[in-house]
Nanobody
Framework: VQLQASGGGLVQAGGSLRLSCTTS????????MAWFRQNPGQEREFIGF????????YYPDSMKGRSTISRNNAKNTLFLQMNSLKPNDTAVYYC?????????????????????WGQGTLVTVSS
């Protein structure tokens, strides 16, 4: 499964971002997907998860209220909307996919359960 993330760039503090992740995978809607972000020398940080089959989502407390993950299964596209951006939101943002329905709960936040990763898209938030 090849994933292509896009939409990164320079954003002013207080602004919003909308990232996309697309694939040509025919069985797209059977996967579970997530967004992560990472800075050099740091671990990948979990932003949130979506089950493509039914649209159910899961966010860590640190991301609730500021992040929204959605999908368009007809267009094989995953989205991440983040609002009220701060300079410490600067990072490379990654989409990731794993087999649908295998994992539950806090396991969804572990990067090692995701088999497929996009190339990452850089978001820089200026103060």
């Amino acid at each position: 499964v090849q994933l292509q993330a896009s939409g990164g760039g320079l954003v002013q503090a207080g602004g919003s971002l909308r990232l996309s992740c697309t694939t040509s995978e025919r069985t797209w809607s059977t996967y579970d997907m997530a967004w992560f972000r990472q800075n050099p020398g740091q671990e990948r940080e979990f932003i949130g998860f979506i089950r493509l089959s039914d649209g159910s989502t899961y966010y860590p407390d640190s991301m609730k209220g500021r992040s929204t993950i959605s999908r368009n299964n007809a267009k094989n596209t995953l989205f991440l909307q983040m609002n009220s951006l701060k300079p410490n939101d600067t990072a490379v943002y990654y989409c990731a996919a794993t087999a649908g329905g295998v994992y539950r709960g806090t396991a969804l936040s572990r990067p090692d359960i995701y088999c497929y990763w996009g190339q990452g898209t850089l978001v820089t938030v200026s103060s």
